[in-house]
Structures are given as structure tokens and as C-alpha cells.
């Protein structure tokens, strides 16, 4: 299997993209909080987060790669913390960065508590791909669980934001119609049954200034082939559960995510960023650790995929390792599984 891109920290959930040539990593920072596994999500007591960069990855094949070629990693360090957003309390998870065609400044997402304990989506502007960031003080209004992901349309401009997570991310604490007032309700659980709708992923436009939504985020249906219904809450093999991502390739978008406690990376395409999207197969067979979280980018005219799991750390599912492996396409634009071996 490829080796751990990091290794003097443990890092997470990364988030890819390519600014003026060079590759930038934005990923959870993991650490030993010494707090018990369970399915809130407790024991990822992240604090703040580091950007990584490379300049290249065109000699690395990582299907035959050790350690020793793996390419220089630059660490920018801390970019932002917990006791720099005004009004989160803990629980800095999986972040994002766009840059802002408007303006050309880069915005980071990010999830956290607020002083309530519930997840809401903060932005923080900066300069340059590594910052310094700067937080706004109050979360983006209408947004709330994890895992945000930005994504810029390269062919209209446009820039969307996808986030969600059940279970710890709350996702499921938040059902009902559209809206920038859509209540917490903790009552609240993941839906059931073979006819029931699966929850969807949520997606929102961004306004022009990239610091708020332009309307209430919507959800992000995902159909199955065969039936053309929404995928049902049973089919825990294709659900969405977390780890929202986009990416374009020629004229089609492809939302990726993690099917959590099936342990599965997986996609569905469509024409549109907005979907609906149907499910077209899985990218990631399950690896060592609860689940996994990625990223796909085209650098230097090659596909990746960023993913983690826990070999750094020997198993342990709170403390992980990013890695990198080349994604490949057949002729009609399926993705092929990705080989974690």
C-alpha cells in the first residue's frame, strides 16, 4: 500500500487543490485527546489545522513507491485554532479552501461547535494558499454539520459549497424543508427502511463574496441506476454518510463520498453541480481504521486521490495518516477502483 504522504503529525480528511502550479493539502490535524471511541465523534479533539504544500508528484508511482521516494512535503504550519474563530468551542474538523475568482483572495471552511455544542460551517480569509486566515466572527448563516467542500466552477465561475455528516456530524439533527433557520433537533435520527429516502448531502451557492450563502442550502439527491429513486436509507453500501468532495471532468461533475459504517469511498455523476446525481460505483475499497475521507485532483495532467488511514499509528481510528495514490478513468469516464494494496 502507499506509505504516509505526513509523518510528523497525524493529519486527516484531505482536501487538495492545485494554486499557481504548486498542490496545497488541507487536512484535519489528529490528536491524542485520550478520550474512549464512540459514534459522536468525541475522540477527533482536533485544535487547529496546518496546510501542507509539494511543488510535484511527477515521479512518484506510489503502486510501486517506499518511503524514501515519496516527494518533499512542506509544512506551512498552524493556520488556524480553535481560540482564533470567535464562536466555536471545539472539534475543528475537516476543513476545505477555495480561492475567490472575484477577488482572488482563498477562503477556508471549517467545521466546528459552537458554544451550544452544535456543528456549524465557519469561513476564514486569507492572502495566499497558506494564509495567514482570518475568521469571520460568526459562522456562514444557514449552515450547519460537516465536512464542507468547496468547489469553483473553472466554466461559469460559480462556487457551491457541499457539506454534511450523520451520526456525530448531526446531519440527521437537521431535517426539513430549506431554509436559513432550519432548527437542531437532537430528537432526531438517521432514517430506516427499504423505502425510505436515504438523507441527502446538502449543497448551497455561494453568494459573490464567498462569506455566505446565496440561498438556503438545498439537499443533493443521489438516484440509484436501477431504479431511478433516491437510494434507499437502508443501503448502508451507498448511502451517504460523510465526506462530501466535487470535481469536473470534461462536461461531467462527480460527487464523491464516504458510506461511513460500510467503509466505502464511492461516486455518482451528473450534468449538473446541483444533480441529481446517480450512483456509479465505488473508488476505495474499505482500509485500516473506522473509515476513510479524501480529495480528487488533476496535478500536472495526472489524476489523484488523497485519502487517510491509521497505519501510522498502528490502527488507532483517531489518529491517522494522509496518502496519495493515482486515479484513473476507463473510456467512458467511469472511475476505476483504486487498488489500497
Not at 516527494?71 to 476543513?95: E, F, M, N, Y
Not at 456530524?169 to 432526531?188: N, T, V, Y
Amino acid at each position: 500500500m502507499p506509505p504516509p504522504l505526513i509523518t510528523h503529525l497525524y493529519t486527516a480528511d484531505p482536501s487538495a487543490h492545485v494554486f499557481d502550479g504548486r498542490l496545497y493539502i488541507y487536512p484535519s490535524h489528529d490528536r491524542d485527546s485520550g478520550i474512549p471511541f464512540n459514534d459522536n465523534g468525541d475522540q477527533y479533539d482536533m485544535a487547529d489545522y496546518h496546510v501542507f504544500s509539494l511543488a510535484t508528484l511527477s515521479s512518484y508511482h506510489p503502486s510501486s513507491s517506499s518511503a524514501s521516494t515519496l516527494p518533499p512535503v512542506t509544512d506551512h504550519g498552524p493556520i488556524l485554532s480553535t481560540r482564533s474563530v470567535p464562536w466555536a468551542s471545539k472539534q475543528l474538523w475537516a476543513p476545505d479552501c477555495a480561492r475567490n475568482p472575484s477577488t482572488g483572495s482563498y477562503h477556508l471552511f471549517f467545521p466546528a461547535r459552537d458554544a451550544s455544542g452544535v456543528f456549524r460551517i465557519g469561513v476564514a480569509v486569507g492572502p495566499s494558499p497558506s494564509g495567514p486566515f482570518v475568521a469571520d466572527p460568526s459562522p456562514l448563516a444557514g449552515s450547519f454539520s460537516i465536512d464542507p467542500a468547496a468547489f469553483v466552477d473553472a466554466d461559469t465561475g460559480a462556487a457551491y459549497l457541499y457539506f454534511g455528516g450523520l451520526w456525530g456530524g448531526q446531519l440527521q439533527c437537521f431535517q426539513g424543508p430549506p431554509s436559513f433557520e432550519r432548527r437542531f433537533d437532537a430528537s432526531q435520527r438517521e432514517p430506516s427502511g427499504p423505502d425510505v429516502p436515504a438523507l441527502s448531502p446538502q449543497v448551497g451557492v455561494l453568494a459573490a463574496s464567498m462569506r455566505e450563502f446565496a440561498a438556503p442550502p438545498t439537499d443533493l439527491v443521489i438516484l440509484a441506476p436501477e431504479t431511478g429513486a433516491p437510494i434507499p436509507a437502508d443501503d448502508h453500501a451507498r448511502r451517504f454518510f460523510e465526506a462530501a468532495w466535487m470535481h469536473k471532468r470534461g462536461g461531467t461533475y462527480y460527487f464523491s463520498y464516504s458510506t461511513g459504517d460500510t467503509h466505502y469511498l464511492v461516486y455518482a455523476t451528473a450534468k449538473s453541480p446541483l444533480g441529481p446525481f446517480t450512483y456509479a460505483g465505488r473508488i476505495l475499497e474499505p482500509v485500516l481504521g473506522w473509515t476513510t475521507h479524501h480529495s480528487i485532483v488533476e496535478f500536472e495532467g495526472r489524476w489523484w486521490l488523497f485519502y487517510h488511514d491509521c497505519e501510522l499509528s498502528g490502527g488507532v481510528n483517531h489518529l491517522r495518516c494522509v496518502k496519495v495514490a493515482e486515479l484513473f478513468y476507463d473510456d467512458e469516464g467511469r472511475i476505476l477502483p483504486v487498488k489500497n494494496e
